[in-house]
């Protein structure tokens, strides 16, 4: 049977084909024009709110063996890219013709260190272990400072020769949020390598940078008078709500748990009722993590600010079978901002399975996507289990897709990372499907 969806589509893409002008607009670009895209979109949209049912499964999942193999080839990579101080070796580029500016990110080093502690947890390796007792001892000893206005309180410290920017003095709330998981997951393994007092300093910096109402300020600049949220980061209220939970789960303090709980209610709250809102995979990880520990009250609010994000990334998913980037969840190739909506969605999943037509849907938009980011990675040769900024160049000779060009094939530590966490969560989430019980709906 030939889905809806597949029908809308085909219809977008031949009226493109007939139209003169819009094939001029779309001359010597790779990607449908604007207006084409609007209108698969909100193919989905429909498709998404009331006819579930429509969407098979013509792709061949994604098998535990696949997905496996996988996790340990990225595993094995990351380590091999460890140095012999804790950090890694964060950025290099296949193409010997592009220089790669010699800089290194505090926040990306924690994430990489979660993700292995994810792998250590399942399969084990005593190398993975040493990698990432290093990393976090590596982070305290390099970039891990008191605060001298907030007495008790330890933060990540970006400074300016580090980063190799213009950028000033700071500590982020993304930075302590990350290395909180860190350190609470190398905890989890081995208590004897972490301070638990070091871990409450984190939670005591990210706590004196919320505000009221459960929000952030996104860094704390001493030259500018200390708070600012100037900038705000989409990603940082998630990542320090998961290193709150992720310490809670630790000391069973509920001054954490409730921060968390604070921080998360807020993005729901403030993203009530929009049409469309950001694919923040951070607050759908953080949510599964403090789901146990929330009211009935909060589940609803919480699965409904889930089921908003899920949304939204599925209406983004590349459909033309035809296409390089079929099964990606953006349009021009790019391999981690799939892998973070894939780990999202992983996340998310648990809430809908009392919900038979749309968790069938959401699988095969994910089993889609896992695809895609399987496919994406080295599985051969001395590059084995690393992952490319994207899976090949684009058309066009503007400065922006030069650019683009330039780094596709550029591959740094954090694309490595999100892949691996989203094959870790792909394992996972075949391994307790054959447990799965519907959520009591009188739960929520």
């Known amino acids: 049977m030939v889905s809806a969806l597949t029908r809308d589509i085909n219809k977008c893409f031949d009226a493109m084909r007939k139209n003169p002008k819009a094939r001029e607009r779309n001359k010597g670009s790779q990607f449908p024009v604007a207006s084409v895209f609007a209108q698969i979109r909100e193919s989905i949209r429909r498709l998404t709110r009331q006819d579930y049912d429509d969407i098979t499964f013509e792709a061949v999942e994604v098998s535990l063996d ?18 012999a101080d804790g950090s890694f070796l964060y950025r290099r580029n296949l193409n010997p013709s592009v220089y790669v ?4 990110n505090w926040l990306r080093h924690a994430g990489t260190l979660y993700a292995l502690a994810e792998y250590y947890e399942r399969y084990g390796g005593e190398d993975v272990l040493a990698v990432i007792a290093n990393g976090v001892e590596c982070m305290r ?3 891990l400072v008191p605060l001298p206005k907030f007495p008790g309180c330890l933060a990540v410290w970006t400074r300016p020769d580090a980063q190799v920017t213009e950028e000033l003095e700071c500590a982020k709330l993304g930075g302590a949020g990350l290395a909180l998981v860190a350190m609470s997951r190398l905890a989890r393994l081995n208590p004897n390598l972490v301070n638990m007092e070091e871990q409450r300093g984190l939670a005591r910096f990210i706590l004196a940078m919320q505000k009221p109402d459960g929000s952030f300020y996104s860094k704390y600049i001493p030259s ?40 998360l209610i807020f993005l729901a709250k403030s993203r009530a009722g929009s049409k469309r809102v950001p694919a923040d995979h951070w607050a759908l990880i953080a949510t599964e993590e403090v789901w146990t520990f929330l009211s009935d009250q909060d589940r609803q609010e919480l699965r409904t600010h889930a089921r908003q994000i899920v949304e939204a990334i599925l209406l983004d998913q590349v459909w033309q079978s035809n296409s390089p980037f079929h099964g990606s969840f953006v349009e021009d190739g790019r391999t981690t901002p799939n892998a973070t909506r894939l780990e999202g969605l992983l996340a998310a999943e648990f809430l809908f399975r009392d919900e038979p037509p749309f968790h069938r849907s959401l699988r095969s938009c994910m089993n889609r996507a896992m695809r895609f980011a399987l496919n994406a990675r080295y599985s051969k040769g001395q590059e084995t289990g690393a992952v490319p900024r994207a899976i090949g160049q684009i058309g066009g000779d503007d400065p922006k897709t030069r650019s683009f060009n330039r780094r596709a094939s550029e591959i740094r530590i954090d694309y490595v ?28």
């Not at 080839?73 to 890219?81: C, G, I, P, R, T």
């Not at 940082?236 to 290193?243: D, Q, R």
């Not at 310490?247 to 409730?258: C, E, M, S, T």
């Open 66 to 83: 696949e997905a496996e193999r996988a996790a340990h080839q990225s595993a094995a990579y990351l380590v091999s890219q460890a140095k």
């Open 417 to 444: 990372q999100h892949s691996l966490s989203a094959y870790l969560k792909w394992a996972r989430f075949l391994k307790r499907r054959m447990l799965w019980r519907p959520i009591a709906k009188n739960k929520l």
């Open 101 to 104: 500016r010699p800089r290194y």
């Open 224 to 263: 500018t008078g200390g708070l600012s949220d100037t900038w705000t980061s989409l990603y940082y209220p998630g990542e320090a709500a998961l290193g709150l939970v992720s310490l809670y789960q630790l000391d069973n303090d509920a001054l954490w748990v409730k921060a968390a709980r604070n921080a």
């Open 141 to 143: 000893r390099d970039c």
